[in-house]
């Protein structure tokens, strides 16, 4: 298969992947992987409210820091 990048995304990609240190199909591989082999949840839900709030979740990448979530850096 051949995918052809438009000039916006292969620019994008190309940076992201010198930033990282990895080669440009290396970093696209990954990302398709990641999108659509992703493994199954560990959770399973066990009933239909639990359906509906998995489905409501969205996984952001990231972590937040204690002093982010704590009161004080809530206000800041």
């Known amino acids: 298969?051949?995918?052809?990048?438009?000039?916006?995304?292969?620019?994008?990609?190309k940076e992201l992947s010198r930033r990282q240190g990895v080669a440009p199909e290396v970093l696209a591989?990954?990302?398709?992987?990641?999108?659509?082999?992703?493994?199954?949840?560990?959770?399973?839900?066990?009933?239909?409210?639990?359906?509906?709030?998995?489905?409501?979740?969205?996984?952001c990448g990231v972590s937040l820091s204690h002093s982010a979530v704590s009161s004080e850096g809530l206000y800041e």
């Open 29 to 59: 591989l990954n990302a398709l992987r990641e999108r659509f082999l992703a493994p199954a949840p560990s959770v399973q839900p066990q009933d239909e409210w639990e359906r509906r709030l998995l489905a409501a979740a969205t996984d």
């Open 1 to 13: 298969m051949v995918i052809t990048l438009g000039p916006e995304l292969e620019a994008a990609l």
